[in-house]
């Protein structure tokens, strides 16, 4: 099937560049290679990876963290079964045999089909979501590939982090920043998958508004990218001063020509196109989450600490935009205002800028531990939504076939796998983006990292020539090619600096967690004022 197809290409495309990188590392071990090849070896990241990939191809039968999540005191309703129906509205059971029930059953008019009022007195059966009933769902494949395969990325990077931490090296390359982005990229194709399901339905008003969350959505960005660093201080114009200036640095050891540097316009115009296409996948995963948010605290009215939960859970996103906004954040953390009527006395700040930095990551944390804590209620709230449409047929006039009853509870909890992607998609993109920046950005959890100076002539460093490469009278082309690939990733390393990644991915991390909250937010106006 497409979806399960898609799971085993993600498994066959990750051990396939692990086999790979095992022979490349087996070779530069004892091929004899420069001390600049040296440089490749990856080691224990390497073996970390393959027995984390080995242990998802092998486990995931048996044991899977998405299957625990949904199968972990959820509650569903099922359907009625026509005989119930029937005794509930009086009617009895047919009693046609032979050719005549065959012909009806041909012609696509069954007896099976019958109507009965809506005001029935019908009271839904309750049953556990047991690991069996999930297994047929829409994107059931989907949303276990996204759970385990993010669980894994996340194991990796906390072993990756006590290694560093432990060992620090310097000369190897951290395996687990490739599967961060193998994450990232899985998201967005996921995401991009659902909202193509949007535009090949019959409904063409699902069509507009992802159309029109996308224009506004670009509208917005252009609007943020043109905003002052004295406002929003994501460090955009320094980044991109620094990838020019190590990209002609780099062009220039590599002997080619360069006569002007790439534009700004280009490079702001990539991120907004970027950004409005985050705001469009983005639209219907938060008009479900204000649903759910809406069901949710009405189903917790008789406890205020579930309610704060609740309400956290909603709100934590704009926390984490306005701490990049610059007069808010840091101007009140590092240079509080004086208090009392002496204003000569110097404030103490609240925090050091290392750690004011470190807060910004654990607040990105906080944000998908509080997601992930109170998936079970939200889900809840979802399958809920099947009594809540008996309870409205109830209310309504007339008569009303079972098959469309039977649709109407069975639609619930067919589509929970899709709703539970739509719910942790947006989190774990914003999850992901932050441990890019942690690590990339070259911060700190314990914040005792480097300021950044802003002086960018530190991150330029000297580029080697990829010509370098090939040696003289080396005729394996084995040695050629980890020479190579040596030389192609220390270029990748000085073209993109870590002033270039604090720039960029604080960005995305931000307008992530910006369009989580206007997508969630519009969701509750809209449940709210707009519907019943």
Known sequence: SPQRSIGQTAASSSRFFLIQLGIQTFHSHFSGISSVTAMAVIGTQLVVSMVMASILQKLQPHFSVARWLLSRRLVRYLHPTDDHLRELAGIQAPKGKGRKRDDRRADGKTDKEFSVPCNISLQLETAKVERVDIIGLQFYTEYQWLVDFT?????????????YSLVQPRAEVNLSMIWCLLVVVFILSLLFTLTAAYFSGEDSGERSICLVFGFFFLLVSMAVLITSENILEFGLDRAYTSLSDTIGAFLGSQGVETSAASSKLMFKGILAVYSALIGAFLTFSGLRFGKMHQDSLKYSKDSPLMQLLLHLNFLWPLVIVLLWVKPLARGYVLHP?????????????????????TSRLYTVMLCAVLRVALMHRYLQSYLNM??????????????ITNMEIQKRIVRVFFYLCVVAVQYLAPVLLLLYYGLLLKTLGEYSWTGNHVPDSGNLTTNLTEFPSLQEGKAVGDDEPVKQAAQQLTLAFASLRN??????????????????ATTVFITTAFGMIYHSVFTT
């Open 337 to 357: 205002p004086s208090l009392g009527t002496n204003s000569t006395v110097p404030t103490e700040p609240l925090m050091s800028e290392p750690w004011f930095e």
């Open 386 to 399: 099947a009594h809540q449409r008996i309870e409205h047929v109830k209310k309504q006039a007339g008569r």
């Open 151 to 163: 669980a894994s990325a996340l194991v990796i990077y906390m072993l990756t982090e006590a290694y």
């Open 495 to 512: 073209i993109f600096s870590a002033v270039f990644f604090r720039g960029v991915v604080s960005y995305l991390c931000w307008w992530s």
